[in-house]
């Protein structure tokens, strides 16, 4: 098994509106996946959810339109049911960051499933009963009601993150080359210097200025280039010859 | 401050259609988020976006419209770029997920904003430049292109699961308090004014000088009173009347 992503079935059940069949697909490829199957859609999909596919339509053309549940869950070795409660008499419950890592260990044994319900309804009590899972998204008690499309992308979203182990984060915004502690003293100094001719630091009454400046400096970790750049205005700035007139 | 999604503005620059504001005030209002600005959309919200909230009209009717980002950000101590793509020479970037425990302890300080830019093209460099923090959502590759109303889903989701994590906010360290937005802004235009005056910019040439500096202090993130000293001493070099004998 070379991407776990690749076991993983998004099921898709009773949906009323062909814009979040469509929009589901989006989110899905956005993470990754791609195996969407659709349970008794109330409409098959559409203009509308190619609309909402937005250039995921590859994964509406290739969804598994089923009856049942059941024909979604044939092959699989766990499945996980999305809902936005508690329930009684039922499978254990976790958030769904914790379900995923469990989820996608099972990856290497089979397809894996995660069930999300009808827009208005959820899942039936007989939907979860064939899950052996139940994951929820922590929500607003107040308004728990995510739209479809927007919770199958923060599931997508856990099981992407998952897969990749993220692992360390796009370093790529190529920092320049940080300064020496000498550069660094450097510019603290410069900066007295400039403070001291202009009249702003009276050496004799130094006061706190200057470690309040290191101390600003020192949290910056400033890049050679910035050290550069500071003390060239400086060194403007203390001498009126380089002065516009 | 009791909670800290309290604090949390969800800025949308530039947003293109209705319907993906109102996904998006849902997106919000589901994670227990409900400050809600909008930097000169295309349309304001109207029947489409209204449909699209859903319940959360609320957060749509309390929904800011400001003329720019700079008008979003007045009074904000961190600003976080949502970003799908690496950039040059801007802030440092990180997963969303890294990004949100630190901006929710920034949040013991004042507002916060997470900043999404238009459908189609993003934020663009001067936005960026406006931000302190950039933060990507991991994505494929191949199709990296998020909805705007996901993207809002994951970024709120993420920021709802570390405030529930992190609870009470942590109590004020002995750091000053952060300049402000507009604070940092005006000591950028005051060290902009004294490169010009110096001759060490050239207006007609600016280059890249600026954006430096900028970034420097987005991530110095300066206090108040460092703030203060900065400019103290720009006045006092800008006018040599100061300037002992």
């Given at each position: 098994m070379n991407d776990p992503l690749s076991r993983i079935r998004i099921v898709l059940s009773r949906t009323s509106h062909p814009g979040n069949i469509g929009a589901a697909a989006r989110a899905m490829k956005t993470m990754g996946l791609s195996r969407l199957y659709l349970v008794s859609?109330?409409?098959?999909?559409e203009e509308q959810a190619t609309a909402m596919a937005s250039g995921a339509d590859d994964v509406l053309a290739a969804a598994r339109v089923v009856e049942t549940l059941e024909d979604a869950l044939q092959g699989t070795v766990l499945a996980v049911a999305m809902t936005a409660r508690r329930r009684d008499l039922s499978a254990p419950i976790a958030w769904v960051r914790e379900a995923v890592p469990e989820a996608l260990e099972s990856a290497g044994q089979g397809d894996i499933a995660f069930v999300f319900g009808n827009e208005?309804?959820?899942?039936?009590n007989q939907e979860t009963d064939l899950c052996q899972r139940l994951a929820m998204i922590?929500?607003?008690?107040?308004y728990s009601s995510l739209n479809l499309a927007a919770a199958v992308q923060v599931a997508c979203y856990e099981l992407r993150l998952a897969s990749l182990?993220?692992?360390?984060?796009?370093?790529?915004?190529?920092?320049?080359s940080p300064a020496s502690h000498e550069e660094v003293e450097g510019l603290i100094g410069h900066i007295e210097a400039a403070a001291i001719k202009s009249g702003f630091l009276d050496p004799a009454q130094p006061k706190r200025l200057i470690p309040r400046v290191r101390r600003l400096f020192a949290r910056a970790q400033p890049e050679k280039e910035e050290v550069a750049i500071l003390r060239g205005m400086l060194s403007a700035l203390m001498d009126t010859r380089y002065w516009p007139k």
């Open positions: 859609p109330r409409h098959l999909p208005t309804a959820g899942l039936s922590p929500a607003n008690s107040d182990e993220i692992g360390a984060p796009p370093a790529v915004h190529e920092a320049g």
